[in-house]
């Protein structure tokens, strides 16, 4: 059961955040509406809200493709050349994007603790602004965590033989 359920979360967890983002923004925009139009009284913090849920998305949306394979790259040259060569060609952009998404992450790292340090709010909700920039984190760090599955997958797959799906989270 509790393997189960963590493999489900595995496959499916920036898709989880992301619906609940997505149904975030549409609710508070919809009270908004509904404020503006029909009680001729617009809130002041909907529009920030909905930007810092926009920013979250995007992150998100990092670990997302890679774990589809759907980063933008060129099919048409791996396809085109032999099996074991495109393998290999991807295999090293992967672990090139690794390499970037790890030190984009570490940055990231960086870039939240000084602001941390500024003690900087947002104008109109009051949040700190090291809350919006932690979306930073997260997002490079799953898609460090993607890159360690498909680098994982791959070389089990080729080089160990393969393994049952059900014998690892690892999809």
Request: glycine letters at 6%; a positive charge.
């Amino acid at each position: 059961m509790f393997k189960k359920v963590i493999f489900k979360l595995d496959k499916h967890f920036e898709e989880y955040l992301l619906a609940v983002l997505l149904v975030m923004i549409s609710v508070v925009m919809m009270i908004q509406v509904v404020m503006r139009y029909v009680f001729n009284s617009a809130l002041s913090w909907p529009e920030e809200f909905c930007r810092y849920c926009f920013i979250y998305m995007t992150f998100l949306t990092i670990g997302y493709c890679v774990q589809r394979q759907s980063m933008l790259r060129l099919d048409i040259i791996i396809k085109s050349i032999p099996k074991i060569i495109g393998d290999i060609m991807e295999f090293i952009i992967w672990i090139i994007c690794l390499v970037f998404f790890g030190y984009m992450f570490f940055n990231a790292i960086a870039l939240v603790k000084l602001t941390i340090a500024s003690k900087r709010t947002t104008p109109t909700m009051g949040i700190p602004f090291y809350i919006i920039y932690i979306s930073t984190i997260l997002g490079f760090g799953l898609g460090v965590l993607r890159y360690i599955q498909l680098l994982y997958k791959f070389i089990r797959d080729r080089i160990g033989g393969g393994a049952k799906k059900e014998e690892s989270i690892w999809h």
